[in-house]
């Protein structure tokens, strides 16, 4: 089973990539996002509790999303593999879900990093503001605090894969295709 985590700041291209790898290794998106809105919408027991918190402006703790990324697996059982979008974004987060996965018989195999300067992130997110009408990325001062949010609070998470040699960086500027190659070189030393 092949199992990713697709790491970057905002505007590094983790979507873009990330529809490229799910394509070519057959693996499923786990979204935390993705998740949370279906809990809610279908009103499941965590989708309730997890909208609790959120109508109060709270995060949703640790353990219900991992409740939640434990039923998606569940939902799975016959995957290739997983590639974990959104999560871990805290090194607490990044422990729960080793030992989700070691209790699954499975672990992530790789972090892929795409690593891109700050520069070029504003660039890219003001553009896509642009094109998606996103608030969030038409905004100079909310990309600069997203920037800080992802330095300050994620970005210490790489240390955690790291120090178990599953961290692996990869330089986000240039063409998608070589970006794309280069990523897939990277899982293909690993299966």
């Given at each position: 089973?092949?199992n990713l ?10 979507g ?25 919408k ?8 997890a ?6 402006g ?10 939640m ?16 979008d959104?999560?871990?974004?805290t ?5 729960a879900?080793?030992e ?5 018989g ?8 795409l690593?891109?300067e700050?520069e070029?992130?504003?660039?890219r997110?003001?553009?896509?503001g ?25 970005s ?6 790291s ?12 063409d ?7 990523l ?5 030393k690993?299966i």
């Amino acid at each position: 089973m092949l199992n990713l985590v697709l790491f970057g700041p905002p505007g590094a291209g983790k979507g873009t990539q990330s529809a490229k790898l799910i394509e070519k290794y057959h693996l499923i998106h786990l979204s935390t996002g993705d998740i949370f809105r279906a809990n809610i919408k279908g009103e499941t027991a965590l989708g309730i509790l997890a909208k609790s918190y959120m109508d109060k402006g709270y995060l949703v703790p640790d353990e219900v999303t991992i409740a939640m990324l434990a039923s998606e697996l569940s939902n799975h059982t016959e995957a290739n593999g997983f590639i974990f979008d959104g999560f871990p974004r805290t090194s607490a987060q990044a422990i729960a879900l080793d030992e989700l996965l070691n209790s699954k018989g499975t672990s992530i195999n790789l972090m892929l990093a795409l690593e891109v300067e700050e520069e070029e992130l504003r660039n890219r997110l003001l553009l896509r503001g642009k094109d998606s009408g996103r608030a969030d990325d038409s905004n100079p001062d909310i990309i600069q605090k997203r920037i800080d949010v992802y330095n300050k609070e994620t970005s210490p998470v790489k240390e955690h894969y790291s120090v178990q040699n599953k961290y692996i960086g990869i330089h986000g500027i240039g063409d998608i295709e070589l970006i794309f190659k280069s990523l897939s070189a990277e899982i293909d030393k690993t299966i």
